[in-house]
């Protein structure tokens, strides 16, 4: 597949799940309701206000992350990724990441399914991985620049 074929279809399927999960956080209220009809669901019937809270606040630092990928994409179309701005979004990605872990280890209160403690592990390791990639991408700025001022 050619760079650019993948360059587009990340870039739309970034904006697919940004929007997307705009509506799908905003339609919540209505959707846990429906699901917890439709399915039987006791967890959701049973604590409706919490769960409809919880996924909320989820939705939210799922957006914030897509967003902060957009952006980070935008510096990749523009054939410049070592720039600070990159850096605080890696660091931002990796603080939203372990802000899930925690809300997903406070929702195994609620109820605990036998995903809760890999998705809690997964979103640990996105957010160490972030964090390590934002001090890499730090110091390949450092070099940039230095790099730039010798030219």
């Given amino acids: 597949m050619k760079k650019e074929t993948v360059v587009l279809i990340t870039k739309y399927l970034l904006d697919f799940m940004f929007f997307s999960g705009m509506v799908v956080t905003v339609s919540l209220p209505w959707t846990v309701k429906w699901l ?3 399915f039987q669901y006791d967890n959701f019937r049973d604590n409706y206000r919490e769960v409809v809270i919880i996924y909320f606040i989820l939705g939210i630092l799922a957006i914030l992350i897509i967003g902060e990928l ?46 809760m403690p890999v998705l809690i592990l997964v979103f640990i390791i996105a957010g160490l991985f972030s964090k390590v990639l934002a001090f890499v991408f730090d110091k390949a700025v450092e070099y940039k620049v230095e790099n730039d001022f010798t030219i």
């Fill in 36 to 38: 917890g009809e439709l």
């Fill in 70 to 115: 957009r952006k980070m994409f935008r510096t990749v179309l523009a054939d410049d990724c070592f720039v600070k701005e990159n850096v605080v979004s890696l660091q931002r990605m990796g603080t939203y990441s372990f802000i899930i872990a925690a809300i997903c280890f406070i929702r195994t209160m609620l109820y605990l399914t036998v995903a």
